[in-house]
């Protein structure tokens, strides 16, 4: 959940990673206590990583065994290590796991499929592999970037249609449903990049009166899809006007959280979380092990009656794993895919 190719941080597409993953390990903890939350997570969350991920896509710059390499290192090895270190740490945190289970685990390790992983988000990572491969391919076919988002409309309207379960080796449904926000990223990237606070408030009035009345609009928008609770009560209608609907929609919450966090990307927490979701991707099941075990052995409870307390016990975990991810970063910054640790 990182940037795949190393270009110069963007602060803002930080900022959208740190609220990305924050509804990501909500929607983890337990869907049905967070309520509503998880609903609007369910919307834009997962989708808006392959959006930022498309927009560094850069598929021209490398031939297709570059690209495979390149891909493979930044999403595959990190996916590999961590699914060591998770056994690892459930074998001793269990006190041991029977062979059988074991055999299991890992398994569905090598099949990587959505809802049978150990650790929930790390589907993602071969899942986002097989996707920016396969837009590779087809952007090596096709030229015309608007002419391939609509091709990956057409694909992912096709596998919403036929290709629900069951769930495919790397996910390979979820990629196909999922390649179209990827392509639009990849569209999308010219006009979202030089996006900033400065470049805002250098704007004309005009523009700044607009771009003010256009965030005002999709915050209405967003918060009347979190009313309504969109999701859940759609979610089993397949046909196209439901997939247009959904993904107009997505692209609506999307373009709102784009907003958002060029406005907020001064704010280091947030952007600091972003740069590190490869990590809580690969940790969130350790860090929420470690502060549960916290809370026992201090005897502090916690029950989960209600939305705000799943949000406050996952910036908690959070907090647990960020420790972590500090540590790896210093010491072993390869496991996340990089050259070398952060200065």
């Known amino acids: 959940m990182g940037n795949v190719q190393n270009k110069n941080r963007i602060a803002w597409v930080d900022a ?14 337990d869907r049905s206590d967070a309520g509503r939350v998880a609903a609007l997570g369910l919307m834009f969350s997962v989708q808006m990583f392959f959006f930022l991920s498309g927009m560094f896509a850069n ?3 490398y031939t297709i065994k570059e690209y495979i390499k390149r891909q493979a290192k930044a999403l595959m090895l990190p996916y590999a290590v961590f699914s060591v270190i998770n056994i690892v740490f459930h074998y001793i ?10 055999r299991e685990i890992v ?5 990587a499929r959505r ?6 988000a790390m589907w993602f990572l071969p899942c986002l592999f097989l996707v920016s491969i396969l837009y590779k391919l087809l952007a090596m076919a096709i030229r015309d970037k608007r002419l391939l988002l609509a091709v990956c409309f057409g694909i992912s309207a096709f596998a919403r ?10 996910s390979a449904n979820q990629a196909l449903r999922f390649i179209v926000y ?4 990849d569209v999308l990237y010219p006009y979202l990049k030089d996006m900033s606070m400065e470049s805002f408030k250098a704007a004309a009035p005009k523009k700044k009166m607009f771009t003010t009345t256009a965030m005002v609009l999709l915050a209405v928008l967003v918060c009347r899809l979190y009313i309504k609770d969109y999701i859940i009560r759609i979610s089993y209608e397949y ?8 993904f107009v929609n997505t692209v609506v919450i999307i373009v709102f959280v784009i907003m958002l966090s060029v406005l907020i990307s001064g704010f280091v927490p947030l952007v600091k979380i972003g740069q590190n979701t490869l990590g809580f991707c690969c940790l969130e099941n350790i860090g929420r092990a470690v502060v549960n075990t916290a809370m026992a052995l201090t005897g502090i409870g916690f029950w989960a009656d209600d939305p705000l307390e799943v949000v406050l016990f996952n910036f908690i975990a959070m907090a647990a794993s960020y420790v972590i991810i500090v540590a790896i970063n210093r010491f072993c910054p390869v496991l996340f895919g990089k050259s070398k640790a952060k200065k």
């Open 16 to 29: 959208a990673k740190g609220i990305a993953i924050i509804f990501v390990l909500i929607i983890h903890y």
């Open 59 to 61: 598929t021209a710059k």
């Open 93 to 102: 945190f269990n006190r041991g796991l029977p062979s059988e289970v074991i």
């Open 107 to 111: 398994i569905n390790i090598i099949l």
């Open 115 to 120: 809802n049978h992983m150990l650790v929930a």
């Open 161 to 170: 249609f036929l290709l629900q379960e069951p769930m495919l080796v790397f």
């Open 182 to 185: 990827y392509s639009a990223g």
């Open 239 to 246: 046909n196209f006007a439901f997939i247009t609907s959904l």
